[in-house]
């Protein structure tokens, strides 16, 4: 059974800064993109930052410059690295792995609320 998760979260004020981190466990044969996922109220879910195993990043348009993303590949684990954050950023973040366990599939974290304060 594999399982990711997560720590870091919680309340910060518009400013501050947050690190995230997110550890895989269980049968894992490999893994491929990491990335978090953030869900605001009556939004849709989206990507914050993804990670490929090689290296590769990406970030949503709304963070780029304020969000790092990185990768322990040893540990099975990806951080998150938010600085300035916003009052905007508030919303359930997620994170997410496609890896080979019993099956080749996407997994979740269970989600931890980010709340900024103005």
């Known amino acids: 059974q594999v399982q990711l998760v997560e720590s870091g979260g919680g309340l910060v004020q518009a400013g501050g800064s947050l690190r995230r981190s997110c550890a895989a466990s269980?049968?894992?044969?490999?893994?491929?993109?990491m990335g978090w996922y953030r869900q605001a109220p009556g939004k849709q879910r989206e990507l914050v930052a993804g990670i490929t195993r090689g290296g590769s990043t990406k970030h949503a348009d709304s963070v780029k410059g304020r969000v790092t993303i990185a990768r322990d590949n040893a540990k099975n684990t990806v951080y998150l690295q938010m600085n300035s954050l916003k009052p905007e950023d508030t919303a359930v973040y997620y994170c997410n792995a496609n890896l080979a366990g019993l099956t080749w599939r996407d997994f979740w974290g269970q989600g931890t609320q980010v709340t900024v304060s103005s």
């Open positions: 269980g049968t894992i044969f490999s893994i491929n993109a």
